[in-house]
DNA sequence: TCTTCATATCCACATTTATAGATATATTGA
DNA sequence: TCAATATATCTATAAATGTGGATATGAAGA
């Protein structure tokens, strides 16, 4: 299984990590919630930025920006559906994290 | 086994992490390397401060600086042996990190 | 087409972090 | 006691990061 091979990457990984909100990010995506605005339906994956926003407290380009965070570093993905853009956590690169950190920390 | 509990903690552990000096200097600790500036014995455990600066080519209250942000995040421990400080690294502490990253991030 | 809405990007500002020179503290050895 | 040495702390400065308001982009629906 590939690791998380360079130090530069493995620096982006833990500077995303790095952040009480970001953390908290992770945390929501993990239990995806409730869809986006109550518009959309309940058995999408991941969460919409909309609703960081609500569950964060923060303003929308601060939500941005840190989402911006989390995919420069491989942990998170985004697809954009419709007018939305859905982030979900991205289990195979945080496993590999895991595992780094294991092994060659 | 106790894991990185509070999200301060984390955070503090993960910002220690998110920088390529700390992380060589991690690097370095593993490997022990030799004994501070040829003049203590061999079978010493850990790296005086002296070795880190001429390992790493920065100045010295840089590699004090970053010894204490390894410290405080609880990834390194420091014992002062005559007038050198000896680092190495606190293995539980990384075990207990890895192990949260691989449970609960 | 026009309006609304979701999100990214731009901009400015505040806070944090990194860095290095200077100084202070403490230990060793003469 | 004095000089040399190792390291922490102080100070100043530069660079990076976090934040939020404003604007731009692009999709959806009327």
Redesign the pocket.
């Known amino acids: 299984m590939k690791k998380y091979g360079s130090e530069e990457e493995r620096v982006l990984a833990f ?1 995303a990590l ?2 009480a ?2 953390l908290q990010i992770l945390e929501l995506l993990k239990a995806r919630g409730e869809s ?2 109550s ?1 959309v339906a309940r058995d999408e994956t991941g969460l ?4 960081l ?1 609500d569950a964060l407290g ?12 989390l995919c420069r570093a491989g942990l998170v993905l ?1 697809e ?7 982030y979900s956590r991205n289990e195979p690169a945080l496993a590999r994290l895991a595992e780094t950190v294991a092994k060659e920390i």
Not at 48 to 51: I, K, P
Not at 58 to 69: E, G, K, N, R, T
């Open positions: 500077k790095s952040d909100k970001r986006c605005c518009l919409c930025a909309c609703d926003e923060v303003s929308q380009s601060v939500v941005s920006h840190h989402m911006d965070a985004r954009k559906r419709g007018r939305w853009m859905y």
